[in-house]
C-alpha cells in the first residue's frame, strides 16, 4: 500500500531563511508525486509534481522539490521565506491504478516570523 | 469567477439531521472527489466518480452517501449527522490521467453539534 509521511507538523523559519519540508513515501510502482499549499481559509492549489524526467521539479512562488528514488523522498525547498508563505503544505502521491486517487501526508504548517 | 464551487461554505446542524454538501465545476472534468480534512490527518477520500455512471467508496465513506447528477455536479450527503462528523470538506475535480492535477474547491465547514 502507498503513503506518505511528513516529518513535522510545524515547522517555524524566519523571513529571508531556507524553508525545508520534509516528505517521505513508500509506494510499490514509480510514484507521482504532488505538493499543494493551503492558505488560510481557502482550498489546497498545486504547488508542483513529479510525474517522470526530471528529478529536480519547480513550482509556483519560488519553491522547488527533488525526487530522490533511493531514499524515497520528495522534500519541499525555497531559498527565502516570505512571510507570504505562511501556509499548509501536503505533500501527496497518486496511488497505483486508473483513479487517479491521491493519498496525502498529514501535513506541515508553516509559519513565517519578521 | 472560481472553476470549483461548493455550497454551502459553512454549516452547523444538529446530532441526527440530513444534510447535503454541493459541488460543481466548469472545469470539463470527468472525475470528481470529496475528502474531509481533520487537523493532523491530512486530507482522506470519502467518494469518488469517474463518471455519471461511476461512483466508487473512498477510505472513509461510513455514514455519506454521494449523487453524480450530472458531468459538473457531486454532491455528498450526511444521512444522519453524527458530531465526529464535523471537519472541512472539500471536493476536488481532475482529468483522466494518473498525473493529472486535482484542483479543489474553497471547502465547507461542518460543524455537528
Known amino acids: 500500500a502507498q503513503s506518505v509521511t511528513q516529518l513535522g507538523s510545524h515547522v517555524s523559519v524566519s523571513e529571508g531563511a531556507l524553508v525545508l519540508l520534509r516528505c517521505n513515501y513508500s509506494?510499490?510502482?514509480?510514484?507521482?508525486l504532488f505538493w499543494y499549499v493551503q492558505y488560510p481559509n481557502q482550498g489546497l492549489q498545486l504547488l508542483l509534481k513529479y510525474t517522470t524526467g526530471a528529478t529536480l521539479v519547480k513550482g509556483i512562488n519560488g519553491f522547488e522539490a527533488e525526487f530522490k528514488k533511493s531514499e524515497t523522498s520528495f522534500h519541499l525547498t525555497k531559498p527565502s521565506a516570505h512571510m507570504s508563505d505562511a501556509a499548509e503544505y501536503f505533500c501527496a502521491v497518486s496511488e497505483a491504478g486508473g483513479y487517479n486517487k491521491l493519498i496525502f501526508g498529514a501535513g506541515t504548517r508553516l509559519a513565517v516570523h519578521p | 469567477d472560481a472553476d470549483v464551487t461548493q455550497t454551502p461554505r459553512n454549516r452547523i446542524t444538529k446530532t441526527g439531521k440530513r444534510i447535503m454538501l454541493e459541488c460543481s465545476q466548469t472545469?470539463?472534468?470527468?472525475?470528481m472527489y470529496w475528502y474531509r480534512q481533520d487537523p493532523g490527518l491530512g486530507l482522506r477520500l470519502i467518494y469518488y466518480s469517474f463518471d455519471v455512471k461511476d461512483i466508487n467508496k473512498g477510505e472513509i465513506s461510513d455514514g455519506y452517501s454521494v449523487s453524480r447528477q450530472a458531468q459538473a455536479k457531486f454532491s455528498l450527503s450526511l444521512e444522519s449527522a453524527i458530531p465526529n462528523q464535523t471537519a472541512l470538506y472539500f471536493c476536488a475535480t481532475s482529468a483522466t490521467n494518473r498525473e493529472e492535477t486535482q484542483y479543489f474547491g474553497p471547502g465547507t465547514r461542518l460543524l455537528v453539534l
Open positions: 509506494s510499490s510502482v514509480p510514484p507521482y
Open positions: 472545469k470539463g472534468h470527468d472525475r
